[in-house]
């Protein structure tokens, strides 16, 4: 009985862990089978999404092509953007560039609509008229002919009548040259008399010059003193000027799907370099002062006259993303110049105590600008100091100590130098600003965005991979979500290249 129950007990618990295996396996492969037609949905749904927009995209080159055929029309503004329109298809942008040529055989007097079907039929018209006015030519010619004909007949009556005149004119020249010995003699009389007169009006023109000399001082001395108004209303409006930009130089044409790159209206015919930061505002914005700055792009390929590509540098926030139309601008950077600033005096950039002039001036050339002039703390200056220079950068004071030292004598000269250069920038017109408000547009991108690779390798580049857990995958969401927080616009600072 004993041996009996012991193998019952064995089979029952084969039984179980053969019923716990294929549970087991079952519900792998109902996991595995529900995984799989999951991601066939998902790509699906992808597939669908990029049918929509190939469809999105044909029924607008379809309905295009039907107003180039007669069902509709085009305006001029719409045919003139045709001829600077840059498209993703380029047979498209051929038929389009094509049709704006061939419309432009239209005259400028038709007012009707144009497209393929109403060319022949204007051009039948033209045709038309231009052979009647060819008609209308010959007609003409013939009578030219005749009229030529009769005009050189009369033409060779009017030579024997000039024969005649010209014999007639021998005789007046004799005459006319007795009359001219008489009034010859008459002449030299009047020279006599003449001469008699400017001796007179010499001595009148010099007590005339005496008088313009005094009259002349008096109003030298005079215009000295409206000088002087002048200096002091000018160092007046110096102190009114704002640094601010008003205007912006471009805008957005097109943002790649993600939003990472852009194209802007800006190229070579511009003297747009690769490197150039610009910031990113709404396109509404009519005030660009007030204006908040949603992103900062940085230009990296020139590919036209009037286009190139730029990277985000700086991300807008998800409510506010980059769109066309969006205006840009940048401090440093106008169309076809260049802002010149000048540094005055030791600039420490970072307060460390030393002067930081070479590192600025290079992140200054960076932006697009140019240093057009550097002075010395002791006043000494290189290159072209002029009312050309839009800002100079000046340097903080040296501070003085409790009691006096040969350092103090040293410090007071170059706070005394440095006064004379701030009034001498006044004079020119230039905007004098500190180093820490220049900073707000050049701060440069550190390495922290770029991976180092080889020996330079950073252990934090590179960390493990999470751990998956439970029975479902991950969801790491879209890119635009997962943009680092340090990548975001903040505020209207336009970061540097």
Known sequence: MVARDDSFIRGSLIACLIFLVLSLGLNFFLWRHSDTIAAQEQNKSDT?????????????QANRLKAMLG???????????????TSDDPDMQAIETQYATNMSYFGSSYQGEK?????PEYLVKAIRARNLTVV???VNEKDIRSKAKTDVTNAEKQQELAETERDDANKKVIKLSDEFDQDRNRMIKEKEDTKDKLVK???DFTTFRKDK???TNKLTQKARQLQGTIETQKFQLNELRNDQFETTQGEIRYVVRGGNITTINLGSADALRPGITFGVIGGDETRLKDAKVKATIQVTKIQGA???EARVVAFPEIRNPIIPGDKIFSPFWAPGRVIKIALAGNIDIDGDGRPDNEALKGQIRAAGAVVAAEITPAGGISGKLDATIRFMVVGDDPELGSRPTDDDDNSIATIAAMGRIRAKAAELGLTVIPAWKLQKYLRTLNDTRTTPLGSATRAEDFPPDPRVSGSRLPNIGSDLYRTPNEKQ?????????
């Open 213 to 215: 000399v005094d009259e």
């Open 489 to 497: 616009q903040k505020g209207n600072k336009v970061l540097p290249p």
């Open 115 to 119: 497209n393929y079907p109403e060319l």
């Open 201 to 203: 009006t010499v001595d």
């Open 306 to 308: 009037h286009l190139a």
């Open 48 to 60: 669908l999404t990029t049918v929509q927009t190939k469809v999105e995209q044909m029924e607008t």
């Open 71 to 85: 069902i509709g029309g085009f305006s001029e503004a719409e045919i003139e953007e045709m001829k600077q329109n």
């Open 136 to 138: 209308n030519y010959e």
